[in-house]
C-alpha cells in the first residue's frame, strides 16, 4: 500500500514538474523562444510594410528597418541564447537563470518595441534603449570567460563590434544617411558569417563525426587547420573591404576567394555520409550557403549579372538563418535532455527553409512578377518557422524530462 502510494506520489511530481513553465531557467530559453517568435513577427511586418507602404523609419527607407530589425532583432536574439549556453559549459560555471536573465530580455524586447514605433519616437530614446541590450549581454557573460582565461573570450569583442555598428546605424538614422546604414548593416552581417565560419567550423565537423560514430561508422575527416586558418582570413578579409571599399573591384576578388575556401572547408567535413539524420545534414546546408553566397555576390560585383544579385539574401537567409534553427533545434534538445532526433516536421521545416531561400535568391530577379517571389519566399519563411515554434515552445518553456535544473 505504501509501495503504490510512493509511485502515486512520484508520478504526479513528475506531471507536475512536466506542466510547470520554466522561461528564465537557462540562457537559451527566453532568446531561443526569442529568435523563433521575431522571426515569424518580424516577417510578417515586413511583408505588411511592402503591402502597405508603412515607412517605420522617420528618415530611412523600410528596406533598412528590415535589415536591422533582422540582424538585431532575430540574429541577435540567437548570438545572445547561444552565447548565454555556450559560456557555461566552456567555463564549467553556472547557468545564466533568473531574474537577471530575465532583465535582459526585457532589454530585448525594449529594443524592439521601440524600433516597431521608431516614428513616433525621438532617436535619442531609441538609441537610449536600443543600445543597453549588447552591453549587457557582454557583462554577464565576461566574468566567467575572463576567470577561466577561455579561448572564446574575443567573442566579448565581436559583441562590442555589433553594438558598434548598431549606434553607426542610428546615427546614420537621425541624420537620414542612407549609404552610411547600408554600409553598416552589411558589415553587420559580415560580422555575424565571420561568427558561423569560426563557430561552424568547431561544430559541423563535431557533430558530425559524432553522428557517424553513434552509427558505428568511422569518420574519415582528417586535420587540415591550414584550411580552417585560411578560411577565417578570407572571412576577415571580406569584413575589412566591406566596411572601407564595398564597390571597389577588390570587394569581388575577396569574396571569390572566401567562396573558394569555404567550398573547399566544406568538402572536408562529409556532409554526404550524413543524409540519414536531418539534425546533421541541415548544419551542412546552412554552411553551404556561404560559398553559393559569396560567389553570386563575387558574379554580381564583377559582372552586374541579375540573376546573381540577391547574393545578400543567399548569405542571410541561407547561412544564417539555416544555421540559427540548426543550432536552436539541436541545442534546445541536448539542454533539456531530450534524444538528439528532429521530428518529421522539423526536418520539413530545414526544407521549407532552403525552399525561401532558393526562391528569393533565383526567382525574385528571374521572373517577370518579382512581388510574387518576394511573397512565396516569406510565405515559406513563415511555414518554416511556425512549425519549428510549435514544436519547440513547449521544449523552451517546461522543464528538463531528466528534472534537473536548467
Not at 266 to 295: C, D, K, M, N, T
Amino acid at each position: 500500500m505504501r509501495l503504490a502510494f510512493a509511485r502515486m506520489t512520484t508520478r504526479g511530481t513528475q506531471i507536475s514538474s512536466s506542466t510547470r513553465i520554466v522561461p528564465f531557467a537557462h540562457g537559451f530559453r527566453p532568446f531561443f523562444l526569442a529568435a523563433l517568435c521575431y522571426a515569424l513577427l518580424g516577417i510578417g511586418m515586413w511583408v505588411w510594410i511592402r503591402e502597405t507602404g508603412v515607412a517605420p523609419l522617420q528618415k530611412l527607407p523600410p528596406q533598412l528597418w528590415h535589415g536591422h530589425e533582422m540582424l538585431f532583432g532575430f540574429i541577435v536574439a540567437a548570438i545572445a541564447g547561444f552565447l548565454l549556453t555556450a559560456v557555461p559549459s566552456w567555463t564549467s560555471s553556472a547557468p545564466f537563470a533568473g531574474p537577471r536573465l530575465a532583465g535582459l530580455a526585457a532589454l530585448w524586447l525594449a529594443g524592439r518595441i521601440c524600433f516597431g514605433f521608431a516614428t513616433f519616437l525621438p532617436v535619442i530614446v531609441v538609441a537610449a534603449i536600443e543600445l543597453l541590450f549588447l552591453p549587457m549581454l557582454a557583462l554577464m557573460i565576461a566574468p566567467a570567460l575572463i576567470r577561466a582565461r577561455n579561448r572564446n573570450t574575443p567573442l566579448l569583442a565581436v559583441l562590442g563590434v555589433l553594438w558598434l555598428i548598431d549606434a553607426i546605424f542610428l546615427g546614420a538614422m537621425a541624420h537620414g544617411d542612407i549609404l552610411l546604414a547600408i554600409i553598416t548593416l552589411r558589415v553587420g552581417v559580415d560580422i555575424v558569417l565571420l561568427l558561423i565560419t569560426v563557430i561552424g567550423g568547431r561544430i559541423v565537423p563535431t557533430f558530425t563525426a559524432n553522428a557517424l560514430r553513434s552509427r558505428g561508422l568511422s569518420p574519415k575527416a582528417r586535420d587540415r587547420r591550414w584550411v580552417d586558418r585560411v578560411t577565417i582570413v578570407s572571412m576577415i578579409v571580406v569584413v575589412a573591404i566591406d566596411a572601407a571599399a564595398p564597390e571597389h573591384s577588390v570587394a569581388a576578388i575577396a569574396a571569390g576567394v572566401c567562396a573558394l575556401t569555404q567550398a573547399v572547408r566544406l568538402a572536408g567535413w562529409e556532409g554526404e555520409r550524413s543524409l540519414q539524420q536531418p539534425i546533421v545534414w541541415v548544419l551542412h546546408v546552412g554552411y553551404l550557403w556561404l560559398p553559393i553566397g559569396f560567389a553570386l555576390k563575387a558574379i554580381y560585383l564583377s559582372t552586374g549579372a541579375i540573376w546573381s544579385s540577391q547574393w545578400l539574401h543567399a548569405l542571410t537567409i541561407g547561412a544564417a538563418s539555416t544555421m540559427i534553427v540548426a543550432v536552436i533545434t539541436r541545442a534546445s534538445l541536448g539542454h533539456t535532455a531530450r534524444p538528439l532526433a528532429v521530428s518529421r516536421s522539423v526536418a520539413i521545416a530545414y526544407g521549407l527553409l532552403s525552399a525561401a531561400t532558393l526562391v528569393r535568391v533565383f526567382g525574385a530577379p528571374l521572373i517577370a512578377h518579382a512581388e510574387w517571389a518576394v511573397l512565396a519566399s516569406g510565405a515559406l519563411w513563415f511555414a518554416a518557422f511556425a512549425l519549428v515554434l510549435a514544436q519547440y515552445a513547449p521544449i523552451l518553456l517546461q522543464p528538463r524530462v531528466d528534472g534537473r535544473p536548467g
